[in-house]
Structure formats: structure tokens, C-alpha cells
């Protein structure tokens, strides 16, 4: 699906879910004062359904899948739903099929916009040049890139490179042609002829192998892509205990990478798509904070990200993609991150 | 001074030579000895290696490297002596290096390339013949033959038996067979049926089979991994490739110097593509390798060291402080308890002592005395026992305490109490109620033996004391009481020796007086129907009757006398005798009196009315007339009927009330008197009265008592008294009335006396208010035949 009609259809879905919550909630209502005499003994013994997540496949949600195919994740207590990009995943939380997604954070900041209760709880890693714009050998300079077809997607994350990019060539949207492309579609480079691209590993590396090369990358603005776990906060009461295993696995996934990378390499490798001896480059272009920085990522007043959230928030609005900056508070919690 | 620059000097030139020597050593041309575990075959191995030595030897300028490929045993031995320099050795190995010298390091991890492919981890296989049927699960392992080529390989045993511990398997459900090195032993082990599974490391198989030595389709891979871009079938997680390692002699320069070689060795040098490998990384982390090693408990981590209380204690010191210290406090908590416990119960114990004895003497006290007392009754009860309750005051006790003081008289009365409890029984109670009074509850056989045992007791009281060097008398007076003969609870019972006891001291005190319990039995009655009287009296069971009194010359009525009567619910009507006796002394006698006076004068003032003009006489008890208030309830009595002339009013007073009180009686006599009503004086006769205390009564009439005029017509001697009161009262001018006449014989010898007012039933018997009136006109119609009957 197109991203900008992902956009309308989400729109359109929410103003149903609207009428649809305001209805359940008053069932809500009704059902707890008609259950309130039989919860004492219902109370034990209803099981918690799993959580269910929504990921893309991204070095720094791997870790997860990891965990669930070394069997550190409980089924009972986490499903992990495969999605093809953010978008879908997104999708999947406004129409409830999943309680969390792993987002970047732009994207969370657009959900939210959008009326999605997202709350931000685990940072997966922070881009440090694994968002890449790649350019054919004869584009030397970022000012070569005037007049160019550049392919970006027009997603909040294509459009925050793409405005990085042309700021730091000193250049405007009007002076290159701009081409709407997935940026995890490798086919695209060759089939759309185009001279610039923005991408991501592990496409990145893909294209590069091509003759292409690095112009400019995230490694320029960092602490600005974040990728985040973030939660529906209704379903949040509820999935308390296995949100905290979820994060508890990632976590896991990520000690064995650091303890014996040459196993765990290959481990990866198969849903990234490349080997296991490539798997050490996709990320070269990552921070991947362990769970201490965790904590001091998302406990209040959480600055680097509050201050990630306002310049995404300035370039969503300037490209249209948000009318007005969505409130801050309660974005970010360190309440479910687990002890050790 | 001359001997220390000497020494100085001498000094100086030794260390100058020995510095010298040093120096030249240092430029020796070294050799250097890199060991090779021999993994394979060692001709193999020396061809592919060798060039790698002689790069090395190539990199170093002052050192030359020479290769030794060795097996296990040659390589443990070797090192003993101190024979190489660097050794490349699997990671096993290389951890049981470090145990043995941990100043060994790795300065690089091996990387190996197998068909273009670079590959820097190794891991097992788990080999199965293709010709039996497949295992699904690790598990099934159990109950099998397993070949292993020895128990110091990483890729060769420790990687498949971590799989295999991690999947639960009974490791010492099977059956290991140790076939050695090198690995195509396992494989060959295999194929000829001696084993069921083999373990290899990473590689052997493609090797094998690269080199035809092994059809790609004899052998099953279990466990299989899918780990792209790795180039050989596995059935474990991965590991780093081979360490090589500085033994701790190598000077830092020189190890630096080979790690630098080692890293900048590129994959297309001819040394590398000789030892086919594609280079060497920077070391990799084989702290995951001994986690193993040790959780698997291999060599050198085979040795489980002998755990002693020491150790616990390097351990668990906080934990068993903590528990030793929650134990102290539980135990202090015990003590304390228990010392609380003890004082709790002591001092209930004392108050219990408190409650039950007497401080000062140890005997039990009144409360205690109560309670035994209720008991010993009970057991009497049961068995018909007799028993005594004697209340025991000393005499003179209080004259003692004041003349020697307190502490003297706590003194006597400590032995007082010794003294006495040798005359008791063991079933028997001795008891201090109060200062100086006791209470013996003894069990009386008989009252005789009883007198005797107190009485012994007395004169044991009454035997000298001798205290503090005062010598004194005692005495005591003892009032008793005996059950069942005086049936009443404790209290009454001690109540009633109490009260015999005074009775005792009333009578001179030091003696011993039994309590009157029939007596006091009476007194009890009495009091019950006095109280039955005083209802009576409010609701008004109680009447008058009227005997009227007659003028013998006249026939006329003179008056009527107002006799009390009791209209009683249940005994029917009942005389004055039955009741007024215990009304004699009693509350009661006043307002009864005041009660028929005032009947009396309602009554008369009634008659009055009706044309009856009729005096009645109302008899006044001693005790009302010397009551205080009688002349002004008289008085207030004779204003409420004024209209009433005071003199038709008359009251009897006996003899004996106006003689009891000579004095007394004479002067409200003459009070009543003045007042205008009659005075008579009843029964006359009966008393003692001397004639000159009879001439100052203020007396109207006198009235002969009936006992004299019932008899005097048989008994000569009541005659004449009669004659002679009826001449005293001519004498001093005092009106006379004869009582008791029966017959009209008796109103004849009367008449013939000189007595002529007269009452009795011989004229007519009291009758109720009501009926007189008729009474009254059938007498004046038939008087005389009346009489003359």
C-alpha cells in the first residue's frame, strides 16, 4: 500500500475506533458494575492474553526474534507479529490487532497525532549512520546533488533524512527530484534509475556492494532516530508482567551478541537476509544501549529524547505530516524495564 | 675513612661489570618456538605451517621462529620445561593454559578459510550413520554409543555435550567411547558400526569429504543449525576459532611485534593460503568457553574443591550472622519472656497470698474464711457434722497496744496466732478477721468436748506471755455458734458469733457464750408478722369494736370502750392477743395507738351526730404514753374534733405503764388531764402502785381488772379486793368500773360492792361500730330483763 493512502485509511479507521471506544468504553462501564459481584474469584483465574508486538525486520529489533527462536520468549506470554515495514505495524496498532510496536520514534510521534495511546518504554538503539543516503560514484559533494532524482520514502523517517540531506547541502525541495521509493526495496535503485537514494541497512549494504557509496548518513544528526518499543497504554494495566519478559529477552539477545558475536552473528543472519560474517557491518551504523542506559534514556526528565522529540516534531510539521506538535507527556516511562 | 672509600670504590666497579654483562646477553640472537597442536595429521600440519613461521621469523629482526607441531601430551610437556614460546591451540586447551599460568594471553584469534569463505568460530557435529534410523531429539541420545576422539576438544566433545546437557540429556546414560585423535578416528568408528553417534569438530566432514575419503551420503547430521554464511554443518552454537598465544616468558616487545605480524597478515599471502587460513582478528572473548568448561567440570575444573566450614562461612557469613543473630534475639526474647512469665507469676502468687492471708500472722483472712466456711458447710451437710464457729476477741488487746506499742502488739499477735494453731486440726480453720479478732472453725463431736477444747484454749491464752521482756496476761471472750442448729449462710453464721461474743464481753467478758439461735429464731417470726401488722394496717384490715359500758342503778349506756381487731384475709377475725403482743415494743406500737384514737374519734364524732352522745376509751400502751410527741398528737388529735367535748374522750393506761416511769408517767398524765380527757387506770390491781404515788395520779376512774370480778363470786379473796378498790377509789374520790361482768350475778354482787359502772359480756359482747346503734335501742328497751337474767 501506498504510505499517504496508509495514511488516510488510518485516518478514517480511527474516526470509527472513536465512536467504537466511546460506545465500549460505556460497555465497559456497564460490564464492570454487572461483573463487580463475581471478580473476586474471576480474578485469578482469567489468564492474561500474550502481548502481542509488531516488528519489521531491523537490526535493532532482532534481538527479540532471537530470543524467541533460541526459546528465551515465552509464547504464552509474547507473540511477535512479522510486519513488512513501520507503517504496517503502525496500522496493526491502531486497528488493535498487536498492543506494541517496534517504531522509530517519529513514527510514534505520528500515531500519537493521530489519537493512538503510544507510550514509549524500551529504546532498541539510536541511528548513528545506519540511515544512509547512498549516491552513485560520480556524485562527490552534497551540493552534486542538485537537479538529481533522489528516492526517498515518504515516510516520517524518509522525510526526516531527506530534510537532513538538503540542510546540509543548503538545498531546498524544489532543487532535486524527488522520487517516492521503498526504501528497503533494493530493486529500486536499478528499476527507478536513480542517482540518490535514501535507505537503510540491510538494503544499504546491498546497494553499496553495487559500485554505490556513502554520501550522507545518520551518523550526521545523531540522536535523532531513535527505535523504540512503544506500548498502547490502555493495554499497558494488563501487560504489565509480559512486557517486562519481552524487554527481558531483548535484553538476553543483546548479552549473547556482546558475549559470543561469532555464534550469534549467524543467528541473525538468516532474517536479515545476508551472512553471518556480514551480519557484524549492519551494525556498524547502531547504538545499541544496554539496559542501565535504558534507564537513563526514558527516566524524566529523558532530555536527549524530549530533545530528538522537538526537532522531529518541527520537521513533521514543516513537511505537513503533523499539524501541530502532539503533547510530550508521559511519552517516555522507565516503569517497565526490567530489574537486571 | 680510608676503608669506606675503599668499599665504595669496589662497590662501583662490580655493578659496572655485572651491567655489562647483561647488555651483551640481550643482543644474543633468540629463538623463538611456536607450538602447534597436532589436531591432525603432523606432517599435514608441519607443511602448512611452516611458512608461517618463517613470515614471522621474516617480521622479527633480532628473532627467529621455529615450529613444533605437538601432540596433547607433548604440548603439556613442553611447556613444563618451558620449551615454547607461543602456542596455537585450541580454546580449550588455552583455557587450561591460563588455569595453569595465567599469565599466558591470546594475541590473536586464528581466522580460517575454507573455500573462500572466512570463517573465525568453530563448533561440533553430531554425527549419525545415514543406515539407522534417524534421532529427532537430542534426548534419544540416551541408551547410546558415543564416539569422541578425547575430552580436551572444544569443537570435538565440550560444544555437542553442552547441547546435550542444555537439552537434559542423561549424560551418564551413555556410553562414551574415546576413540583419539585425529577426528577421522570418529568417523571411522561410525561407519564400522562400533558407535551409534560420533562427535566432531566443525569441518572434519567437509574435509573428509572434499579429500573423497567420505561419501556425502553415509553420514546424518543431528541437531543441525542454519547459520548462513557459515561454511560447514554444525549441531552446536558457535565459537571463536583458535587463540594463539605469548607464554608469559616472551618480552612484551617481542609478543607486540608478533601480534602486529600476526594482524597485518593479509588472507592472499602465500603463508596464509599454505596454512589455509585467511589470517588472524583480534582476540575474541573465550570467557564463554570456560563458563563452560567449568559448568561442565573439565579439566583443569574437574576438581571440585572440598567445601569446609570455612568456606561456608566466606560464603554465607552475612546470611548465617543474620540467621545466628535472628536466633540470639529469639532466644533473648524467650528469656525475657520467661523472666516475665516468672514475675507474673510470682507476683500473682503474692497477690493471691494477699488476697487470701493475713499479712502479719500468715493465717487466712476473712475473705478465705468465707470460703472455707461455705465449703466445711457443705461437707457438714452432707455428713450430719456438727460444726462450730467461735469468734475470739482479745480482752484487753488494745490496752497492751497502747502501753507497748504497735510493734509489741504485732508480736503477740504473731505468737498469739502460733499458739492457737496447735490446737487445731488439719481439717480446721484458724482465721484473723481483724486486729484482735479471730475465728476458729472447729468440727464439734460433741458440745461437751467443744466446751473442753475451748475452754483449753482460753487457758492457753490465759498462760503468761513473754515478749520483748514484757510479761503479760491475756484473756479473751469467745461467742459461738453451731450449724446446723443455726441455719444461715457464712456470713450469718459469723454474724451470730459475733454478736454471741459480744453478748460474752456484755457479760464481764473472758468466758465463752453460745449463740441463742431459737431465740433468735423468735425474734425473726416477730418481726415477719409485724410486718405482715404494718400492711395490714395500710390496707386497712384492721377495725374497731365497741363494748359498751352500763350504769348498773341507771340501766344507762355511759360509754363504750375501743377494742382493736384484725379482719385477717386468711385467719379470719382475730383478737388483740393474737396480734398486739409483738406490736409491744415495737415501731409499730406508736402510729397503731395513734391510729385507734384517731378511729376511735372519728367514730364517736359519727355517733354524736347521729344523737348518740356516747364517751368512748381508747387504751394508750405504756410505750405510746411515753413516747415523745404523745401530749401534742393528743392534743392535735382533740383540735381536729373540736366539736367533740374533750371529756367524751377517755384513755387506759394499765398500772403498770404509769408505774414503770414514776415521774415520767405522772407528769403526762397530768398533761392529758388538762387537756380534759378522762384518764383510767386499767387493770387495776395488778400492779404494785403504793397509795401515796396512786393519790398524785390524775386519775378519773379506776378499773378493776377482770381476773377479780370473773371470780369473785366463788373466791372470797377476789371479793374483798374488788370491795377494797372500790372503796379506795370512794375514798379518793376516784369513779370506779368493774370489767368482766359475765352474769348478771356479777352486776348483783357489784351492785351490792358499791360498783356500779360495769363491762363485760354479761351486758354485751365489742361489736362493730355499725351494729351498736341497734344494740343501743334493743338495751333500752330491754335492759332490765337483760340484767335480771
Known sequence: MHPRQFFISVGLTLTQEWKLQVDSQRRFVLSLLAASASLPWLGGCQPTPPLKVASHVWPGYEFMFLARDQGWLNKQQVQLVETATASDSLRALSERQVSAAALTLDEVLIGRSLGLPLQVVLVFNISVGADQVLARPEIQQLADIKGKRVGAELSALGNLVVSKLLSAAELTRDDIELVEIDANDFSAWENQSLDVMQTYEPTATRIRNTGAHLLYSSRSF??????????????????????KHLMQAHFQGLQAFRQNPVDTNYRLARRLGVTGQEVMGLYRGLQLPDLAVNRSYLSPPSERLSRAVTVINQLLVESGQLDCSPGLENLFTPAYLPRK | MLLRCLISALLILMSGLLGAEQKTSGYQQETLVLGVYAYRDKQLLQQRFQPLVEYLSEQLTDQQVVLEVLSDQEIWSALQRHELDFVLTNPANYIALREHDSL???????????????????????????????????????????????????????????????????LDKIHWLEVGLPHDRVIEALLEGKADIG??????????????????????????????????????????????????????????????????????????????IAGFNVPADYSLIERVMRDLRMEPFDQVPEVSWVDIWHRYSVQILAVAGFMLLILVLLFLLMVLNRRLNLSRQHLEKIAHYDLLT??????????????ALQIAEQSHQQLAIAYLDLDNFKQLNDLYGHRFGDELLQSLAVRLQTQIDHDETLARVSGDEFVLLLVAEQEKNLDCRLEALLDLLREPWVLSRVKVALSASVGITLFPADQGDPDTLLRHADEAMFQAKALGKNRLLYFDA????????????????????????????????????????????????WQHPEQGLLAPGAFLPDVEGSELEVPLGLWVLEQALTQLQHWHELGLPLAVSVNISANHLLSPGFVKDLKELLQRFSRLPAASLEIEVLETAAL???????????????LGVQISLDDFGTGYSS?????????????????????????????????SVVRLAAAFNRQVIAEGVETPQHAEALLELGCFLVQGYGIAKPMPAAVLPQWLEEWVKNADIALAN
Open chain 1, 222 to 243: 545523531p540522536d535523532t532516530i531513535f527505535d523504540v518499543l512503544a506500548v498502547r497504554t490502555d493495554a499497558l494495566a494488563q501487560q504489565q508482567a509480559n512486557l
Open chain 2, 104 to 170: 599466558s594471553g591470546a594475541l590473536a584469534t586464528l581466522v580460517r578459510k575454507e573455500g573462500g569463505v572466512t570463517v573465525n568460530a568453530l563448533g561440533g557435529v553430531i554425527l549419525q550413520p545415514a543406515s539407522q534410523p534417524p534421532l529427532t531429539e537430542l534426548r534419544d541420545l540416551e541408551g547410546k554409543t558415543l564416539a569422541i576422539s578425547g575430552s580436551r576438544y572444544l569443537g570435538g566433545y565440550l560444544a555437542p555435550l553442552w547441547e546435550l546437557v542444555t537439552a537434559q540429556v542423561a
Open chain 2, 199 to 276: 562427535f566432531v569438530r566443525t569441518g572434519v566432514l567437509e574435509d573428509l569429504m572434499a579429500r573423497e575419503l567420505l561419501a556425502e551420503e553415509a553420514l546424518r547430521v543431528l541437531h543441525a543449525q542454519d547459520l548462513p554464511g557459515f561454511p560447514y554443518q554444525v549441531s552446536t552454537r558457535l565459537y571463536p576459532e583458535w587463540p594463539l598465544i605469548a607464554l608469559p616468558q616472551v618480552e612484551p616487545q617481542v609478543a607486540r611485534q608478533v601480534a602486529a605480524a600476526l594482524l597485518s597478515l593479509a588472507s592472499d599471502h602465500p603463508a596464509a593460503k599454505a596454512a589455509s
Open chain 2, 362 to 375: 500468715g493465717l487466712p483472712n476473712r475473705h478465705l474464711l468465707t470460703q472455707r466456711l461455705h465449703k
Open chain 2, 518 to 565: 431459737s431465740q433468735k429464731q423468735e425474734q425473726q417470726e416477730r418481726q415477719q408478722r409485724l410486718q405482715r401488722l404494718e400492711e395490714a394496717l395500710l390496707k386497712q384490715e384492721l377495725c374497731l369494736y365497741y363494748q359498751p359500758k352500763v350504769d348498773l342503778r341507771t340501766q344507762a349506756v355511759i360509754g363504750v370502750e375501743a377494742l382493736i381487731r
Open chain 2, 660 to 674: 414503770s416511769s414514776l415521774d415520767e408517767g405522772q407528769r403526762l398524765l397530768e398533761e392529758c388531764h388538762q
Open chain 2, 691 to 723: 397509795l401515796s404515788y396512786f393519790r398524785k395520779l390524775p386519775v378519773d376512774i379506776l378499773k378493776i381488772d377482770q381476773s377479780f370480778v370473773r371470780d369473785m363470786l366463788d373466791d372470797q379473796e377476789d371479793r374483798s379486793i374488788v370491795e
